[in-house]
């Protein structure tokens, strides 16, 4: 390649290395899309978007405008039919996709935010630094670099996310509503932004309910209810083929509009396109992810103060509840000493659990746009507990030292078992809490899951009432509780038999019978149950969050 251009609004110098890759084009047959329940989404729609197109999809509430963009761009499968980019199955591994929702971290300065995305979506040996700079120019988004997104204005966060998928030079860029909640003239300012994109040879395709949008595009895609195609062509011609003054009009033609017979014009010659770059490997996303992590957790001070404090303050009230001396051989009081040992069961396992459980649903749109970008969910995960997992060793750590330092602890020995116990207690709970939050789709849900979580925590532990002693469903139950294997490691390593046998309280020997055999197994069998539970709920999480995320491009 030689000589200067431009790619995506972008300049291309001389670079042996630098490829350009021509506009992609899009062919769509006969696709159809079922819901839930039968309602059709999609009825046997066919059209093509060809390079340097700026294409508008308009139609009534639940005509399937969004379906039929989500399976142009790849996101969906189509039900029946079949959707080609350039030739090839789809998704193309170089898309872009800006969904209607906030998909883009607030917390972090815009040239920050853009250099972790194209670090996660570049080869490692790409100029980032100059990349995030011209992207920025071509947005006009250049002075606002410093500035921290959640500051910008509505249109520039939506500049914003147009940035993120800019960055690794789409061959085709669909938004969903992307003058949604914005004013004409900021919408005026982004349908000439998107026109000049595609007049740099890269089509794009945007749904909207502004008529305003309409005249600005090349063609205007129509939908009627049930996700009939009814017109596709020229802006200027709609409202003379609906019979309609202008294209507002043309939605109250809908309904009783013919099927249009689409376009399925051939464009299988177009000059194959040079490689899409690869994106990182699994190790560098789960560093880059964890920086961009740590970064994000530094700058909500709020967060990491809760983070910091929570634990502090759950130690504050174990220390104002547990008395001290209550392990002292010469005093044994066995009803004292297993509950002191199951709230700190509960405490590590209480940790874990609310590090986790907001972690995943508060940015669920962001990591759906970022798996179709190419992002693996293990490094993902991987990367919320290496964040997570060293705070939750420190706050164990204190909690098990400040306790034992002031007698509310055994005094001799055992410390590092009673150590790695709680830690992996959290640890499982951690990853419950991940499975969890990927469950649900918003903080609200997340935090209706706490008391329902801790309560069979609480109840089928085998403190209250001994395991042995439990209903068949209890018992069976309490197999499923993970603070079952942590309270019964911690009273090993605590020497509650020994303790309730040979410390001369007349309540020990009662206590021994009831619990059974609940505190005879060696600790590490109980670690090794920990484990299992805690690699099940993280298979879980990646599980669900395959489902709930859609197809990664490529």
Known sequence: MSGTG????????????AAVRPGLPIEAIGLGQVARGGRRLLDDVSLTVRPGELVAIIGASGAGKTTLLETLAGVRRPGTGSVRHDGRPAPDAAVGYVPQDDIIHQELP??????????LRLPARSDVDARVAEVLAVLGLTGRADTRVGSLSGGERKRASIAVELLARPRALFLDEPTSGLDPATAA???TLLRELAADGVPVVLTTHNPADVDRCDTVVVLAPGGRLVFAGPPSSAPAHFDADDVAGVY???ADAPSWPGSTTDISDHAPAAPAPKSPGSLRQAALLTRRNLDILGANRLTLA????SPLVILAMFLMLFRAGAFDPAHPDPATTVMILFWIAFGVFFFGLTYGLLQICSELPILRREVFAGLRLGPYLAAKVALLLPPLALVDLLLLAVLRALDRLPATGHFAELYLTALLASACALALGLLCSASVSDVAQASLLLPMLCFPQVLFVGAILPVPVMAPVGRALSFAMSNRWSFE???????????????GSPLGPPLLATYGDSFARAPWQNWLILGGMTLLFLAGAVLVLRLRCGRRRG
């Open 110 to 119: 815009l040239a920050r935010t853009l250099r972790y995305a194209a670090r």
């Open 6 to 17: 431009t790619v995506a609004g972008v300049p291309i110098v001389d670079d042996p290395r």
């Open 252 to 254: 109250g033609r809908l």
């Open 306 to 309: 809760i983070l910091i404090g």
């Open 189 to 191: 300012e982004l349908l």
């Open 489 to 503: 490691a911690l009273g090993h390593s605590a020497g509650l038999e020994t303790l309730w046998r040979d410390g």
